[in-house]
């Protein structure tokens, strides 16, 4: 059974950088495409960024396109998620979910992402002065 564990947020300014990671265990991360979701307080969970298996693909929500980069080590069996430019709407708890899907990494007809499942713990990130 697939496990994923998030790891790397923390307390930052707004402008700063933060890389989340994505650790998986159970197995091989390398058939599954990896989504990031994020939660903030009072709002529903909404998909943040997609990788396909092999990281052909990638898209990302429209108001962090340009500011984060998803990525993937499938040796490390592992996916990350460069934030650059953090700004106080990022506040939220981030989760990795993955699925043996890759079509399902595409954007639906109202432009959202899918967040996938088998999610993780979350890890907290916030961005405040």
């Known amino acids: 059974q ?5 790891s790397g947020g923390g307390l930052v300014q ?4 933060l890389r989340l990671t994505c650790a998986a265990s159970g197995l091989a991360l390398e058939n ?11 709002k529903e969970r909404e998909g ?4 396909t298996h092999s990281g052909g693909r990638t898209l990302y929500k429209g108001s962090v ?9 499938n040796a490390k069996n592992t996916a990350y998620l460069q934030m650059n ?4 709407e990022d506040t939220a708890v981030y989760y990795c979910g993955a699925t043996p899907v890759q079509a399902m990494c595409i954007y639906a007809p109202n432009g959202s992402l ?7 713990q979350g890890t907290q990130v916030t961005v405040s002065s």
């Open 48 to 51: 943040v960024s997609c990788i």
């Open 14 to 17: 707004p402008g700063g950088s």
């Open 65 to 73: 396109q340009g500011r984060f980069t998803i990525s993937r080590d």
């Open 32 to 42: 599954y495409a990896i989504a990031w979701s994020r939660q903030a307080p009072g």
């Open 85 to 88: 430019n953090l700004k106080p």
């Open 114 to 120: 899918p967040t996938f499942g088998s999610w993780g």
């Open 2 to 6: 697939l496990q994923l564990v998030e």
